[in-house]
Nanobody
Framework: QVQLVESGGGLVQAGGSLRLSCVASVSRFGIYNLGWFRQAPGKEREFVAAIAWTDSIRYSSDSVKGRFTISRDNAKNSVYLQMDKMKPADTAVYYC?????????????????WGQGTQVTVSA
């Protein structure tokens, strides 16, 4: 059973930074395509960023481009989301997402595995 466990959420002021982490309890972590999504109250879950298993392909949404950076450390079975210059609009529950076979599935949010989420709140 694959488990994804997020951490690093919390309360930050506008303009500040947070770093989210997601640890995966899987073997062969290096083959997994990984992503971050978020869901604000009353809104649908939306794509934030993704990184392919090769680490050579990274996508991020227009709303976070230039502010958020996704990265991975295969030795630690972890994926990270560095969030800088944060805005109140970034307030949401952030979810880790993973799929061993399809990067497109991670981009669409239709991959196999999800974490439980971590709350991020940005105050004005």
């Amino acid at each position: 059973q694959v488990q994804l466990v997020e951490s690093g959420g919390g309360l930050v002021q506008a303009g500040g930074s947070l770093r989210l982490s997601c640890v995966a309890s899987v073997s062969r972590f290096g083959i997994y395509n990984l992503g971050w999504f978020r869901q604000a109250p009353g809104k649908e879950r939306e794509f934030v960023a993704a990184i392919a298993w090769t680490d050579s392909i990274r996508y991020s949404s227009d709303s976070v481009k230039g502010r958020f950076t996704i990265s991975r450390d295969n030795a630690k079975n972890s994926v990270y989301l560095q969030m800088d210059k944060m805005k109140p609009a970034d307030t949401a529950v952030y979810y880790c997402h993973a799929d061993p076979n399809s990067f497109d599935a991670v981009l669409r949010g239709t991959g196999d595995y999800w974490g439980q989420g971590t709350q991020v709140t940005v105050s004005a």
